[in-house]
């Protein structure tokens, strides 16, 4: 497809990782406030995010961007997190980096070994808010892997999708709101969230997510001076070039002896398979389940798989599971008492 007005621009299909588009997307770039995106990530996965606190008088004290927190300010770890993704605020990530880790510098290594865990490979993080630090640096792709895991925590999801949310914090706490610096939540149909960045040495950066007709993609740009223009014309481009093939659209159904009735196989995961056209022509699901089965099924027992082929390449697999259940139909006592006097009699 023809290059972007960026350094770099990656998109990807959140659920598969497939990539739609790519341009330079394996540099290593400065990505300035996109880094938040890990900061909030890993702040999102400690305990009791509504626990008061007072912030570290020390770890406010930062340059840039802010959420406007000052000295003997409570706030808690989830306000932090709306202040990071909203506001971008630089307080907010040093603060939550403090209270997580004990210190900035700990914090960052803890980022840097979530990092790997991802499989973000050319990955350094230096600093939580994204401040222009020697060796900070990521690539479009490996930010595509950061929202990608991001978009699996829907505490995340909430925050991320606000276009604006009302706080309290302060010293004492009072009640303010704060709106997110992110446009494509007004501009771009079907955005469900993302980060913004902009330092001199990095530019312009931008990670985002989409949704449109059950598809989920990811867009990333660094260093791109139109990137609000530029990811709204990749997203309809590449939505666009792609077609959702829903997994088994067709309901399938079984029989459950000792029940006497059927019960419906579903998808265990609401998956959606992105394909250009011409790849939907040689697509083909086989779906493995008995013929039948024996009461009591649980509703969401594992009974089967539907699996989708390429041509001979396994590309997709999912667990087929039971839409409800099926208990044992027993034969009431005294039904059954008489159905017995009526065969002893019979043959006596």
Known sequence: QPQVGAKAAIVTEASTGRVIFWQNADQPLPMASTTKLMTTLMVLEEKDLDQPFVVDQQAIRVEGSSMGLQQGDTVTLRTLCYGMMLASGNDAANAAAVRCAGSVEEFVERMNQKAAELGMKDTNFVTPSGLDAEGHQSTAHDMALLMAAALQNPDFCQIASAQTARLEYGNPPYGRTLTNHNKLLWNCEGTV???????????RCLVSAAQREGMTLVCVTLGCPDDWNVQAQLYDRCFELLEPLPLQQEEIQIPVAGSGKKIALCPE????????????????????????????????????????????????????????????????????DNLWQRLTRKYK
């Open 193 to 203: 969230g993302g980060k913004t960045g902009f330092t001199k040495k990095a530019g």
């Open 269 to 336: 995961q609401k998956l959606v398979l992105p394909l250009t056209k011409q790849e939907l022509e040689l697509v083909k699901q086989v779906v493995l389940a008995p013929s039948f089965l024996y009461a009591p099924v649980p509703p969401g027992q594992r009974v089967g798989e539907v699996r989708c082929y390429m041509g001979s390449t396994l590309v997709l697999t999912t667990d087929l599971v039971a839409g409800q259940g099926a208990a044992l139909d027993f034969v009431p006592k005294a039904k059954a």
